[in-house]
Nanobody
Framework: QVQLVESGGGLVQPGGSLRLSCAAS????????MSWYRQAPGKERELVAA????????NYADSVKGRFTITRDNAKNTVYLQMNSLKPEDTGVYYC?????????????????WGQGTQVTVSS
């Protein structure tokens, strides 16, 4: 049974920090690219940060570059999002995502899993 369980959300003042964790089970974690998405009230879900499966290359939304850092620990099947200098516009539900793409007999297959989300609220 595939599970992605996020933790670490909460209420923080502007300028503060939070560290989100996502514990994975039920699939080969090291074979999947991992990412964090967020969804603010009334807005579409957006990609915040991503990290590849093996090289650990990272990618960030422009709005969080220099403030957020995504890392992964393949030995612990966990991905993290360190969030510093938080702003009110960072408020939303943060979701963990796992993605693996394979090609067999010329056809592309995508395997994608989502966590249940964790609320982050930045407010004074």
């Amino acid at each position: 049974q595939v599970q992605l369980v996020e933790s670490g959300g909460g209420l923080v003042q502007p300028g503060g920090s939070l560290r989100l964790s996502c514990a994975a089970s039920g699939f080969t974690f090291s074979s999947y690219a991992m990412s964090w998405y967020r969804q603010a009230p009334g807005k579409e879900r957006e990609l915040v940060a991503a990290i590849t499966s093996t090289e650990g290359s990272t990618n960030y939304a422009d709005s969080v570059k220099g403030r957020f850092t995504i890392t992964r620990d393949n030995a612990k099947n966990t991905v993290y999002l360190q969030m510093n200098s938080l702003k009110p516009e960072d408020t939303g539900v943060y979701y963990c995502n796992a993605l693996k793409t394979t090609v067999r007999t010329g056809r592309k297959y995508e395997y994608r899993y989502w966590g249940q989300g964790t609320q982050v609220t930045v407010s004074s």
